[in-house]
Nanobody
Framework: QVQLVESGGGLVQAGGSLRLSCAAS????????MGWFRQAPGKEREFVAA????????YLADSVKGQFTISRGSAKNTVHLQMNSLKPADTAVYYC?????????????????WGQGTQVTVSS
């Protein structure tokens, strides 16, 4: 089992920034990728960002390119999502996910474990 604990969500005004973090623990592979997805009210869950096992390769959804960045912490078991210039359309529950594959992927079926989600609310 792999446990994922997210933190950093909250309420922010439009134009502001938030940094989400996710820590993986438990029976993780030595090399694994991680990703972020989000689900807004009444909408399906959508891919946001992913990072490969080393942190050298990232993959961002077109909707957040230039606005969000994903990175791995020095301990490699953590992943961060830096969100800048936030808009009300970014309001959603953000989920961290763990994949046993080494490359960054946007395919949700390749993620085996998911965090509980953290709410991000952007006010206008």
């Amino acid at each position: 089992q792999v446990q994922l604990v997210e933190s950093g969500g909250g309420l922010v005004q439009a134009g502001g920034s938030l940094r989400l973090s996710c820590a993986a623990s438990g029976r993780t592979f030595s090399r694994y990728s991680m990703g972020w997805f989000r689900q807004a009210p009444g909408k399906e869950r959508e891919f946001v960002a992913a990072i490969n096992w080393s942190g050298a390769s990232t993959y961002l959804a077109d909707s957040v390119k230039g606005q969000f960045t994903i990175s791995r912490g020095s301990a490699k078991n953590t992943v961060h999502l830096q969100m800048n210039s936030l808009k009300p359309a970014d309001t959603a529950v953000y989920y961290c996910a763990y994949s046993p594959i080494t490359i960054a992927t946007m395919n949700p079926t390749l993620y085996d474990y998911w965090g509980q989600g953290t709410q991000v609310t952007v006010s206008s």
